[in-house]
Every structure is written in structure tokens, then in C-alpha cells.
């Protein structure tokens, strides 16, 4: 269990030596994460996210408020919470390229205290579970990213904490490693009651696996459920998404006043491109709502009609989508 | 699970052997640098030794042999000062640069086991270094030494214990310093060796340059190593003196050691700087 009660982080921006401003990265969290939950953060890049995990992770020190891990207050007492905490960085960053995957594992195990026949048991343990037997004596600088990755995981589940913190483990990933990791850490949860405290700025990917989600933006939580109430709460009904090339923006003011129309975002594309998305109550207004905004552009493209989802939560609680890259773009209401 | 039994030193030693075993693998990649490392300072030595030995006539020595000796005991004192700040602050600056020094404090929940392992290693070189000193200092200045093995002993036990907690004390300096080198540099090249008499007495110099050399515990390491050798410079009285001058600067060190770790695994926890460099 996590609990974080009123934390707050506030960093120096500094020009040489001189304290120029000022940035909050954390305001007033406060957040509970029951044992056997998969909980996630979600936000664009600088939202707060690292921010919080390090915090957890007891690398930095929050300026007000605490964080308890199975009631221990992280600050007062690491030593005790990281036998019961794994935590995984950037996983191209933390591990000793130089050696190989085993020995990494080696290493980091006996950091933890571990030895013998436990050591060696529980590195069979994290290799099969991070799916990396056949390469586990290969040097960590010929792994790809997302090998890079799965070890990074694995040394996170050496000492079989109950608590897993996974800050972005699937950023610059392919989908298709994105996914193995994520059902890798579904697996622990559902099978091992695990519970993981997981950072991302990918809305899909929090949507398909969380048990609860949360959506940090400018270091406060916005909002915090289960994906599927906020959806239900928040943004019900369909989405239309479509791309709107040579338009003249008065018509996003009728379009509004349509009927089944519930909410309208809109982002400015370049060259005089719109992406436009639109929440219906009534599926079965969409073709007009197509046919209007058809008639008032030169051409419509990438038209999507779908489920509202968490991004759609995100954009209406935010005001702002998230890019592949992290980087939040604004959404004019 | 067995970690959950074991005491915090017992966990901080199966670290520091982690550690030290960590160290050993990646250089076992490269074979070659095993040679370099154990052999470099001799290499340094001779050249320097031998042109030195044919123009420092000025030296309080009067023969070739006694100042080549002289700079000997020089260059083994001070390549044990250099080695053990590099391996253990570079360490640190390296875990840094890698991205690795945050998830070993994660894990570890303290860098000392880094800075320890990195000292057994460094010591393990140093005992490589010595050892072929002492074969060439036999082989050529055997009739010249006139070895006190209980000083001896005693002045190498201060050498390491000073230059380990000098170590430590530059690499809580760079767990928190966005700096690259150059302090090592000042300590252990260009003007400091000479002013502390690795190459010539200090009794040579102006009364100014010497007062300096006196504050500086080198000077002293120098002398009681010189003194367990070659009983030059410095008589037995003087030597128990430095010995105890030397003994509260490593305390002092030690208890401004510790001091300073928690001031700056403090700082770099309040600002996140676990890569800055």
C-alpha cells in the first residue's frame, strides 16, 4: 500500500549560482494505492510524474508532506522500504552496459542482500518472467531498447518486492514490446498480487491496464479513478475525430450549437490543418455532424469514429492532448 | 527471504564485495588494462627518475643513486594518493555520467558501498604497485635502504588510511560538485607533489613555500615513508610527531567525512541532481 498525503516538491531554476524562478512540480498530492492495484499516472512531460516516482523511490526529498509504503514513512526509514519496493527507471540508464545481462543481475542482487542459492534462484525467476533467457549472457550493449528495458524490470523484481514503481518503462518502445512488458506486469499483478505504481504519458496503454488511473497535469492529480467511471463520468457517448483542411473557423461556433453535439476540442494543425474532435450523445447524428463539417471545409481526412476513451477524459479535464513524444499540444474548448 | 535476516553490516560488506566484483568484471573485458593500471605508475617512475637523477644535484643528496631513492619513495607515496582518489572519485563521476548512481543508492540505500569497493579495488593496485616497487627499489638501491619494517609498516597503514579517507572526502565532494577533475588535478599534479617534496626537500624551499608544505599532511606522509627507508631528513622524535599530526588529520577527515555525505546526498536528494556533471 502507497500513500502519499499532501506532497509537495517545488524546484530552484537556476542561472549559475542565482535562484532566477521558481517551478512547482508537485502540489498538495495526495493519493492512495491499495495492495493489488495497478495504478497509474498519467501526464505529458513535466507534468510531475519522475517527479513523483523519485519520490517514492526516496531520490528526492519532498519539501512538504509524506509518503508511507506499507506505513512506513519512505524518508524516515528506507532501508526498510526498499526490501519492499522494486523500482525501474529508464532502463538504458541504470544498468552497467559494459557487462552482461546475468551479470547485472548479479550485481544488483547482491545489493539487495541477496546471495547463493537465492540469488541464482532469483534470477531464473526474473529471466523467465522478463522473457530474456537466451540472451541473459549477452552483453547489455547489444540488447535492443526494449531488452535494455526488460532487464531493467527484471532488477526491479530480483528481490520479489510486493510494490513494483515503473517510471515510463515502456518510452521509445515499439508497440509490440510496449505491449509484452505491460502484460509482463499485468501478469504480476493478477497472478502475484502485486501492487505497481506505473508513470506514463501513452493514455492508451494507462487505459487497456490500469486498475485505477490518474491524470497529473502541472503537478496536481486532476482527476483519479477507474478508467472506466471516468469515461462514464466525464466523457460519455462517441468521439469523431477527423483532420479539416482550408476552413473558415466560424462554423466550430454552429457546430457547438448542434443537438447530439456534447463537447468540441480543436487543435491547430499547420498549413492551415484543424484537428478537430467532437463527443456525440447520439451515434446516429454523426453522419450529418460529418456531412456539416464537410461542407464548410475544402476536405476532410482521417475521419475516426470511436469510443470516448481516457485521452478524450484527458483533453476535457486538461484542455491539452499528449503527442507520441510526451509533449502536451493545447485543445481550444 | 534471506535479506530480510541480515544485519545492515552484513549487508553493507556483501555491497561492498558486490561491488568490488562488479569492478573486476569490466575490466576483465580488457585484459590489457590490467597492465596498464598495474603497471603504470612504475612506468611514470623510471623516466622521470632517471632524467631527474642526472640533474638534481641541488638536492640535500649527494650521489645520483640517494636522490633517485629520494624521488623513489616520492613517487610511491604519491602514486598511492593518485590512484586511490581516481578509482574512487572517478567512480562516482562515472556512475553519474552512466546513470547509474541513482538506482545503486536506490538499491543499496547508501553510496558507501560504492565508495568502499572502489577503495578495495584501488587497493588491491596499490598492493600490485608496491610490490614491484619494492622488487626494483631491492634490485637497485639494495646497499642504500636501510629498512625499519616496524615503521615501515606503520607509515604504509597512515599512507592508505589517509589517501582512502582523502578519497572519500573528494568523492562526497563530486557526489554533489558539477566538476570534472580538476581538484583531482591540483592534488596530485602539477605544483603540488613539489611543494609537498615528492622530488625535492622541503628544506629547500623559501620559508613561505615551506610554512605551506608544513600544513600540508603529505609533506608528512613523505617524510615518515622516506624516514622507514632511507632514514633521511627527519629524526626519530620528529617522526612520532608527524605520525600524531597525521593520525588527527585522518580522525579529522573521517568525522568531516561523514559530516559531509549526509550534507550532500541531502542536497543532491533536494534538487534530484543524481547526473549532474
Known amino acids: 500500500m502507497i500513500v502519499f498525503q499532501n506532497v509537495s516538491k517545488v524546484f530552484d531554476i537556476k542561472q549559475g549560482k542565482k535562484t532566477v524562478s521558481q517551478m512547482k512540480a508537485l502540489d498538495n498530492i495526495s493519493l492512495s494505492i491499495q495492495k493489488g492495484e495497478f495504478f497509474t499516472v498519467v501526464g505529458p512531460n513535466g507534468a510531475g510524474k519522475t517527479t513523483l516516482s523519485k519520490i517514492v523511490a526516496n531520490l528526492l526529498l519532498a519539501d512538504e508532506g509524506h509518503v508511507y509504503i506499507n506505513h512506513t514513512d519512505v524518508q524516515k526509514n528506507p532501508n526498510k522500504v526498499k526490501r519492499s519496493v522494486g523500482f525501474c527507471m529508464r532502463a538504458d540508464r541504470s544498468i552497467y552496459w559494459k557487462l552482461t545481462g546475468r551479470q547485472n543481475l548479479e550485481y544488483f542482487g547482491a545489493l539487495y542482500g541477496l546471495y547463493g542459492k537465492d540469488l541464482k534462484d532469483a534470477i531464473e525467476k526474473a529471466v523467465k518472467d522478463v522473457d530474456l533467457k537466451d540472451r541473459i549472457d549477452d552483453y547489455v550493449e547489444r540488447y535492443s531498447s526494449g531488452m535494455k528495458q526488460r532487464i531493467g524490470l527484471a532488477v526491479s523484481m530480483l528481490h520479489d518486492p510486493d510494490i513494483l514503481v515503473l517510471d515510463e518503462p515502456t518510452t521509445g518502445l515499439d508497440p509490440g514490446i510496449s505491449s509484452e512488458i505491460r502484460k509482463t506486469i499485468r501478469r504480476m499483478v493478477d497472478n502475484e498480487g502485486k501492487t505497481v505504481l506505473f508513470t506514463t504519458h501513452m493514455l492508451h496503454e494507462a487505459q487497456q491496464i490500469s486498475d485505477r488511473v490518474a491524470i497529473l497535469n502541472q503537478g496536481r492529480i486532476v482527476v483519479n479513478d477507474t478508467p472506466a467511471q471516468l469515461i462514464e463520468t466525464i466523457k460519455p457517448g462517441m468521439v469523431l475525430e477527423m483532420k479539416v483542411i482550408d476552413f473558415n473557423k466560424d462554423f466550430l461556433h454552429t457546430l457547438k450549437q448542434y443537438p447530439s453535439v456534447t463537447d468540441l476540442y480543436y487543435s491547430d494543425l499547420a498549413h492551415n490543418e484543424l484537428l478537430l474532435r467532437i463527443s456525440c450523445s447520439h451515434e446516429e447524428n454523426i453522419h450529418e455532424i460529418i456531412a456539416f463539417v464537410s461542407n464548410h471545409c475544402r476536405r476532410l481526412k482521417d475521419i475516426k469514429k470511436e469510443k470516448a476513451s481516457l485521452e478524450d477524459v484527458f483533453i476535457s479535464v486538461v484542455n491539452e492532448g499528449i503527442d507520441d513524444d510526451g509533449n502536451a499540444y493545447t485543445f481550444k474548448h | ?277
Open chain 2, 1 to 277: 527471504m534471506e535479506m530480510l535476516t541480515l544485519s545492515n553490516t552484513k549487508i553493507n560488506m556483501l555491497n561492498t564485495l558486490a561491488v568490488l566484483k562488479r569492478l573486476w568484471m569490466i575490466r576483465r573485458r580488457y585484459p590489457a588494462s590490467y597492465w596498464i593500471k598495474a603497471l603504470g605508475p612504475l612506468m611514470t617512475y623510471l623516466p622521470f627518475a632517471f632524467l631527474t637523477s642526472y640533474i638534481s644535484r641541488v638536492n640535500h643528496a649527494e650521489t645520483s643513486t640517494e636522490v633517485q631513492l629520494y624521488i623513489f619513495t616520492g613517487v610511491v607515496v604519491f602514486s598511492v594518493i593518485t590512484n586511490n582518489l581516481s578509482d574512487i572519485g572517478f567512480s562516482v563521476l562515472q556512475e553519474k555520467q552512466m546513470g547509474t548512481l541513482s538506482l545503486n543508492f536506490m538499491v543499496s540505500s547508501s553510496l558507501q558501498p560504492l565508495m568502499n569497493g572502489a577503495l578495495l579495488y584501488s587497493m588491491i593496485f596499490q598492493l600490485i604497485n608496491i610490490g614491484l616497487f619494492s622488487v626494483l627499489g631491492f634490485f637497485f638501491f639494495q646497499s642504500h635502504i636501510t629498512i625499519d619494517f616496524t615503521h615501515l609498516t606503520l607509515s604504509l597503514i597512515l599512507l592508505f588510511l589517509f589517501s582512502s579517507q582523502l578519497s572519500f572526502l573528494y568523492s562526497y565532494f563530486l557526489l554533489y560538485a558539477k566538476e570534472r577533475g580538476t581538484v583531482h588535478r591540483i592534488l596530485t599534479g602539477g605544483l603540488m607533489p613539489m611543494i609537498c617534496g615528492m622530488t625535492f626537500s622541503v628544506r629547500l624551499f623559501p620559508k613561505s613555500i615551506y610554512f605551506i608544505s608544513q600544513v600540508i599532511p603529505m609533506t608528512h606522509l613523505l617524510d615518515i615513508v622516506r624516514y622507514s627507508v632511507i632514514k633521511s631528513d627527519i629524526s626519530e622524535t620528529q617522526y612520532w610527531y608527524k605520525i600524531i599530526y597525521l593520525v588527527i588529520c585522518i580522525l579529522v577527515l573521517r568525522v568531516g567525512n561523514q559530516k559531509l555525505y549526509n550534507n550532500m546526498i541531502r542536497r543532491v536528494k533536494k534538487n534530484g541532481d543524481w547526473e549532474k556533471i
